[in-house]
C-alpha cells in the first residue's frame, strides 16, 4: 500500500476541508438552493418534474458524506464513496448538462485536485 507521510496538523487541516466542502454544497448548494443552478443541472439530468426533491435528497447525501469524513472512521471507504460520487455527478454534469456548467475543464481539474487531497488524507491517516 502507497503511503504518504502527513502530520497530525495535515491530517486535520484536510479533513476539515474535505468534510466543510462536501457539507457547503450539500446544505448551502442544494437544500437552501444558495446556488441554484445545482437544480437546473439536476433537472436537465433526472428531469424537471424530479428536480426539486432529487436535488433536495442529494443535498443530504453530501452533508452526510461530509459527516462520515468528520468522523474519521473507514477513511479508505469513504474516500472510495467521495470518488465515484464525484466521478458519477461530474460524468453525468457533461454528458446531459455541460451547457450549464461554469467550465467543464475547470471543474474536472478542480475536482480531481480535490480528489487528490481527498485520497492523501485517506492514505496518511490513523486507520479507524
Known sequence: ???????????LAAQTVIGTVWVFHGLYSKLLNGIPRHRLIVGRVLGNRFAATATRVIGVLEVL?????????QPVACAG?????????NTLEILLAGD?????????????????LVWHWALSGPRI
Request: charged residues 0%.
Open 1 to 11: 500500500m502507497i503511503s504518504f507521510p502527513a502530520s497530525d496538523t495535515v491530517q
Open 100 to 116: 450549464l456548467l461554469i467550465s467543464a475543464t475547470g471543474m474536472v481539474i478542480l475536482n480531481l485536485g480535490f480528489l487528490a
Open 65 to 73: 458524506l461530509g459527516l462520515w469524513v468528520f468522523t474519521g472512521l
Open 81 to 89: 464513496v467521495q470518488t465515484l460520487a464525484l466521478v458519477g455527478m
